[in-house]
């Protein structure tokens, strides 16, 4: 029986990883595809991997030389385990790679980004168009005193300023620090905390499934606690009514009136810091991932260029929300970098209708298509006749990330939304890598429903056991990166001790990404999810950890333990165990506080889909909670694991009970 990853990831890691699912077929890409792709034979494809191991600096040299540098790097990498510098010597600037570069060529004029509001208000800005609008904001960021290395906020839903505001900080060499705007006040609060915020753009509001999410109401709880905020600049979207506080607080729009729509690109240092992207961690804090200027954009631009093949006259969609890292390198970075048409969609996908996302396709002919594993099972669940009343024989390529795809949502991908004619490039990454690492190249790479493929050229991945050799074909193990790349993150902001025990204490010089995978005889890696207790809702990474403590905070909680079970749509559910105090009663009422609780503590995607009530919960001798029983308990209501380790066997057979 075809089983899912889920189950995979479920299962506890000890020396290796049981790996439970087989997939056989295989899906070539047409010759029409391969014809007029980048990359289109196996050969070029190997001759490329085999330039990169060989002589590094011709490879990433080629890469590098197609970008603009106000100064030509002198040293390739300067290696000292695990602090990696990437094309020193050299200076440049994001902004201006992205937008002056196309200015003057026929790309002035082109639309650089197409935008769709959830009411339906469509907006386009050519590269030109774009380019005075970032000017601008760069000015106004200035007129507020943000200089080069200060970090600014973005708490913004997705609107063509968000990107105007992200590109205007790479301008001025400020760090942003982008947090999604689903979160609540106080996970906006801590991330501009952590990292020193000076100011902050948000909007009034956002709009979401026809209501408004009130951006400016979290911003303003959140800066009651932000000592070192000096400014808020707010967008007025949805003219909810907003307060606003004398002299800290500034209209986007009275920013932008007198500002000139000229402002030059600040020449950086390769390793001048780019900006900070708050990801989930085991332990309750998040960690700032830190990422520097010129290796991510190189990588943001090949990767955008080999894995989504984007040519002139594509119209490319990434779904993904601008407050995660895919909407860093994939929504605004990689595609600008290239001159291609990025579009940006505000809302949900099933506002009004659940066929919003293929009206967007049809509307505006996208030609290429990057969305998550889980909307796909969405889309599923909502029923084909959505995308069977649109036509969508504009696109040509589609993608995934986020989670492993399991074969079934990849095979409806494949067949309804691409016609069974479109390469599927299923891209394995994290905030961490900056960018996409392994993934098929569509016009080259056969696919199999389920497998990200093959390292790209310049990355060394491998599957190694716990003493680091490699597993056989098909033996599950521990996802590691051999060498480092030029988009790695180089440190977790103000916590470089957790970034060397994080991700670099496991094995010596390597690169261990926290993910469970198997290398099959062809050598496809097939991603099994997560090794450590950090789950994977609907594609987006939350810490048990931070959920647990959220709980905890509660006054009725005492403790707490957090797990996934699989679920069809959302690929993992939440189940959170609690134990109350002595004189708190369970109910329906308390699970339902509950979860609204560490909804407003840390966001929706948060609150668990399940609350169970404990007397206790299974720990080991030492005090630890045994999260894999509670895992087996939530999926299957039974263990059948190892329990040697576990102090009180009473508790297990009553958690059973519930
Ligand atoms: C998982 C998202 C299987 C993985 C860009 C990784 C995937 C984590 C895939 C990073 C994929 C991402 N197949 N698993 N194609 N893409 N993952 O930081 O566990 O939000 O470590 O970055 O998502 O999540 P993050």
């Known amino acids: 029986m075809a089983k899912t990853f889920r189950e995979a990831s479920a299962t506890n890691v000890s020396d290796s990883i049981k790996s439970v699912l087989h997939e056989e077929r ?7 595809f391969s014809e007029e792709a980048r990359i289109s034979s196996l050969r070029r494809y190997k001759t490329l991997r085999r330039l990169a191991e060989k002589d590094p600096e011709k490879f990433w040299g080629n890469i590098a030389a197609d970008l603009h540098w106000f100064t030509p790097w002198k040293k390739l990498l300067s290696w000292r385990a695990p602090h990696a510098k990437w094309f020193t010597g050299g200076k440049t600037n994001l902004s201006y790679n992205c937008l002056d570069r196309h200015l003057n060529s026929w790309k002035k004029t082109k639309a650089a980004i197409i935008w769709e509001g959830e009411p339906g208000d469509v907006r386009t800005l050519t590269y030109q168009q774009l380019h005075s609008e970032v000017c601008k904001f760069a000015n106004g960021l200035e007129s507020l005193g943000v200089k080069k290395g200060d970090t600014v906020g973005i708490y913004m839903g997705m609107v063509p300023e968000a990107a105007i505001a992200m590109l205007a900080c790479t301008r001025i060499g400020a760090v942003h620090n982008v947090v999604f705007g689903g979160f609540s006040a106080e996970a906006l609060r801590e991330r501009m905390n952590d990292s020193n915020a000076k100011v902050l753009i948000t909007q009034d509001g956002s709009y979401r499934r026809g209501g408004i999410v009130e951006l400016k109401k979290a911003a303003d709880e959140a800066a009651k606690k932000i000592p070192t905020l000096e400014h808020m600049i707010v967008l007025k979207r949805t003219d909810n009514e907003v307060m606003m506080k004398r002299k800290r607080d500034h209209w986007w729009n009275d920013l932008m009136l007198n500002a000139s729509a000229n402002h030059g690109a600040a020449r950086l240092n390769s390793e001048h810091p780019l900006y900070i992207l708050y990801t989930s961690g085991s332990t309750g804090k998040p960690k700032g991932i830190f990422h520097t200027t010129a290796g991510n954009m190189l990588w943001a631009y090949y990767t955008t260029r080999m894995v989504f093949d984007i040519q002139d006259d594509d119209v490319y969609w990434c779904s993904a929300d601008i407050g995660w890292v895919t909407g860093h390198s994939y929504v605004v970075y990689g595609p600008l970098l290239n001159g291609a048409t990025t579009l940006m969609y505000e809302g949900a996908p099933n506002w009004p209708e659940p066929d919003r996302f293929w009206e967007v396709i049809e509307r505006h002919k996208v030609s290429i298509f990057y969305t998550a594993p889980t909307a796909i099972r969405a889309f599923m669940r909502w029923g084909d006749e959505h995308p069977q009343k649109h036509d969508l024989s504009s696109l040509r390529l589609l993608g995934t990330v986020g989670e492993p795809i399991n074969p079934k ?250």
């Open 409 to 658: 949502a990849w095979m409806w991908y494949h067949r309804l939304i691409g016609g069974k004619n479109c390469p599927i490039v299923d891209t394995w990454w994290q905030t961490e890598t900056g960018g996409i690492m392994i993934s098929p190249l569509p016009g080259v790479t056969p696919t199999k429903p389920g497998s990200a493929t093959l390292p790209l050229p310049g990355i060394q991945a491998d599957v190694v056991r716990k003493d680091g050799t490699s597993c056989n074909p098909d033996e599950g193990g521990y996802l590691v990166i051999k060498h480092p790349w030029p988009s790695m993150l180089r440190t977790l902001f103000g916590d470089d001790k957790r970034y060397k025990e994080t991700y670099w204490s496991n094995y010596k010089g390597w690169y261990f990404t926290g993910d469970g995978a198997r290398k099959d005889k062809d050598g496809y890696f097939w991603v099994m999810g997560r090794v450590d207790d950090v789950v994977n809702v609907s594609g987006h990474r939350l810490g048990t950890a931070e959920i647990e403590s959220s709980l905890v905070s509660h006054r009725a909680v005492v403790e707490s333990a957090v797990v996934a079970r699989p679920d069809e749509i959302k690929g993992n559910a939440l189940v959170a165990f609690v134990t109350l105090g002595s004189k708190m009663k369970p109910s329906a009422a308390l699970k339902e506080t509950l979860r609204s609780h560490v909804g407003r503590e840390i966001g929706s995607i948060a609150k668990p889909d399940e609350i169970r009530f404990a007397e206790a919960l299974p720990k080991t001798r030492s005090g630890k909670i045994m999260r894999r029983l509670l895992r087996e308990i939530a999926s299957t209501g039974q263990v059948s694991g190892d329990i040697t380790t576990l102090e009180d066997f009473s508790v297990l057979e009553e958690l059973r009970e519930e």
């Open 26 to 32: 295989v899906f070539n890409p047409s010759d029409e």
